[in-house]
């Protein structure tokens, strides 16, 4: 089968290659999966490049443990083992694998039989692979940690990423104010799929410019704990899903203290793949929600998808069809 592999750490274009490698064959709890599309993430970014450190201590110090990258699928289930009776040959399927592994940006991988659910019929391969990571981090920040309610006034920062373009049509199904921010190539798509207001990130700060929010949605964190606060209304929420690891251990570190004395809270949201990804497909079915995919490309081009993701010149999801030439 075909796969992209890396041996070292390194730029994207550099250490990453495609190449041709056997098949792997499924454990006995485990599906192998025929890849029909797979979508780049910031786990890919890192993990390449192996930055930030912290990274190696989990996936290899000097080279990385496993060559291949890759962790949102949509597929076809190929073969099973002894021990599969959640999923049959045939089905198409779906995922965030993170909790299992990594691997996707390959024809075929071999996850345990739990990293992935059934995928919907009424969703393309395109989507499925463009979904679960994104809606799911969206949907635990803006309600489960994030507690939204009807007509808030609501910030995603990083507004025009996989988890901000989601996250705005979750909040308006809310029927919240939701303001975006992001850089400012991105404002003008930002503004078309429904952000109330747009800020560019690089002429204003959104913390200082005296606007206050219900809720806040971070999906970058590269401010000061206090600075969050100040743009929060009392009883508000600040969520984090992600940004620079130092920037994240303060938050979370500050908000013990914050969160006995004040009213408003900081949270860091700790992901749980897959987690209501149903309830996702059920309001994609209903044309509530849809992905803004950036693509689809061919394998071949993953080095270049991931530096691109890295240098932020995407809008929405990149998703990669395995199969196309
Ligand atoms: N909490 C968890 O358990 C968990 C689990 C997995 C992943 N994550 C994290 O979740 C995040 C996923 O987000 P995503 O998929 O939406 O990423 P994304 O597609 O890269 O979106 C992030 C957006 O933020 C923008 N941006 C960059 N710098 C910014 C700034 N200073 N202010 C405002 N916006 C800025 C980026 O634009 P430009 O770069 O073009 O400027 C990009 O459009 C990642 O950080 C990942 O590490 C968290």
């Known amino acids: 089968m075909k796969a ?103 024809e075929y991988i071999c996850i345990n039989k739990n990293a992935v659910i059934k995928q919907p019929e009424t969703i393309s391969f395109e989507e499925a692979a463009a979904l679960p990571h994104a809606s799911t981090l969206a949907l635990q920040a803006l309600r489960d940690i994030g507690k939204i309610e009807q007509g808030q006034k609501v910030l995603i920062n990083g507004g025009g990423g996989g988890v901000g373009t989601i996250g705005l049509q979750l909040a308006k199904l809310y029927h919240c104010h939701v303001t975006g921010v992001d850089a400012q190539e991105k404002i003008e798509m930002m503004k078309s799929i429904g952000f109330d207001t747009t800020i560019d990130y690089k002429q204003i700060n959104f913390t200082k410019a005296g606007e206050k929010y219900d809720l806040i949605l971070d999906c970058k964190t590269n401010k000061s704990a206090f600075s969050y606060l100040s743009a929060l209304k009392v009883n508000g929420r600040y969520v984090t899903i992600g940004g620079k690891v130092g920037s994240l251990i ?52 993953t080095p270049g998808l991931i530096q691109y993701f890295g240098e932020g010149k995407h809008k929405g999801k990149v998703v990669i069809k395995t199969d196309s030439p």
């Open 250 to 301: 303060k938050v979370l570190l500050w908000s013990k203290l914050i969160n006995l004395f004040s009213t408003k809270k900081l949270q860091v949201l700790s992901l749980k793949p897959n987690k209501d990804l149903d309830y996702i497909c059920e309001l994609f079915r209903e044309g509530k929600i849809k992905c803004e995919i950036d693509g689809p490309y061919a394998l071949a081009e």
């Open 4 to 106: 992209i592999l890396f041996e070292q750490y390194g730029p994207p274009e550099k250490v990453l290659s495609l190449r041709e490698v056997e098949k792997p064959s499924p454990k006995h709890n485990e599906v192998l999966i025929k890849i029909k599309a797979t979508a780049v993430n910031d786990y890919d970014w890192s993990l390449v490049r192996g930055q930030p450190y912290l990274y190696r201590l989990m996936f290899g110090f000097l080279k990385p443990k496993h060559p291949i990258s890759g962790m949102e699928l949509s597929g076809i289930v190929a073969e099973i083992g002894a021990d599969v009776h959640n999923h049959k040959v045939g089905e198409a399927v779906f995922g965030d694998i993170s909790e299992y592994g990594f691997g996707t940006f390959a």
